[in-house]
């Protein structure tokens, strides 16, 4: 599909949902990718990527934000607690801080560091016992745990639940976003993005729509 055809959607969704021009910020999954589709996506102008490992990104983006001015990398994938100090020093954001220990860890790193990466909470929308997140009745506490500890809580994140329709997961996410203060809403994904953008998505991550399937048996 491409980059292109991928921003050419987000416009027409934003449009459809009579959302303002340029509200929508497309995150570019880039996990597992081959280097050469990323580098084309860099060479088209995207500078907003999202990756979901800590070893990985640190092996690649490094090099790539110093011959590209204005890169920014999310970190979308589950963060263990004792990545998180590797974490902070590589992601403008982190999409998925989903319980206490790590809050309180990303805490302690902002003390040391003066600051801290954009943080949205992952919620697990449909309460799935294997997927992250905080569960949505605990959502309300943990954001105020995170606001107690200092940390830049700027949105919400989820992940609906495979075989579901996914609109009504992403706005009971607006509505838990809305109801804390909080106007970030990372959801969509490639099958499900113009759903996520009509209920308020202010970030959209999409990755094999735009860089073709991953083929995961090559990951290094
Ligand atoms: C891999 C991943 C994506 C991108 O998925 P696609 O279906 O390839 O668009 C988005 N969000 C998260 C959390 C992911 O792990």
Partial sequence: MGLQEIERRIAEATRAAGRVEGSVRLIA??????????????????????ENYVQEA?????????????VCVHMIG???????KQAVALFEAI????????AVKLAALAQV?????????????GAEPQKAGVPPEALDAFVAEARRLDLPVVGLMCIPPEAEDPAPHFALLAGMAARNGLTGLSM???SDFEAAIAAG???????SAIFGARDYGAKA
């Fill in 113 to 125: 560091r003066g600051g801290s990466p954009d943080l949205f909470v992952q919620v697990n929308t």
């Fill in 188 to 190: 969509g994904m490639s």
């Fill in 58 to 70: 640190a092996g690649k983006w490094p090099a790539w934000r110093a011959e590209f001015p204005g």
């Fill in 78 to 84: 589950p963060l263990q607690t004792n990545k998180a």
């Fill in 29 to 50: 999954v880039s996990k597992v990718q081959p280097p050469d589709r990323v580098l084309a996506v860099l060479d088209e102008g995207q500078r907003l990527f999202g």
């Fill in 201 to 207: 998505a202010t970030h959209v991550r999409v990755g």
């Fill in 95 to 102: 999409h998925t801080l989903d319980r206490s220990s790590l």
